[in-house]
Nanobody, 115 residues
Framework: VQLQASGGGLVQPGGSLRLSCAASGNIFNFNVMGWYRQAPGKQRELVAAIISGRGSTNYADSVKGRFAFSRDIDKNTWYLQMNNLKPEDTAVYYC?????????WGQGTKVTVSS
């Protein structure tokens, strides 16, 4: 399985971006699917994730109400809609997926929130 993340860029505070993660290969039997981010000098942290078979999405407290996870099963793609972006959202965003207890990462897409 290979993951290709895209959609990052430079945006002003209060703006929006939508990140995409396109997967190649069979991801039908995934266990966990999500987004992480890593800001300069900080550890990688969970942003949003879904667990297969559960109806809800887990979000980091810092993004609740601003970010939304979605997926298009037919396109093997999942998304992170980011609204009302703040400078503290600046980071490299990574998508990942767990299939049969194996973890796969995308290459990361950089998001910079600055005026």
């Amino acid at each position: 399985v290979q993951l290709q993340a895209s959609g990052g860029g430079l945006v002003q505070p209060g703006g929006s971006l939508r990140l995409s993660c396109a997967a190649s290969g069979n991801i039908f039997n995934f266990n966990v699917m999500g987004w992480y981010r890593q800001a300069p000098g900080k550890q990688r942290e969970l942003v949003a994730a879904i667990i297969s078979g559960r109806g809800s999405t887990n979000y980091a407290d810092s993004v609740k109400g601003r970010f939304a996870f979605s997926r298009d099963i037919d396109k093997n793609t999942w998304y992170l809609q980011m609204n009302n972006l703040k400078p503290e959202d600046t980071a490299v965003y990574y998508c990942n997926i767990v299939i049969a207890s194996r973890l796969y990462w995308g290459q990361g897409t950089k998001v910079t929130v600055s005026s």
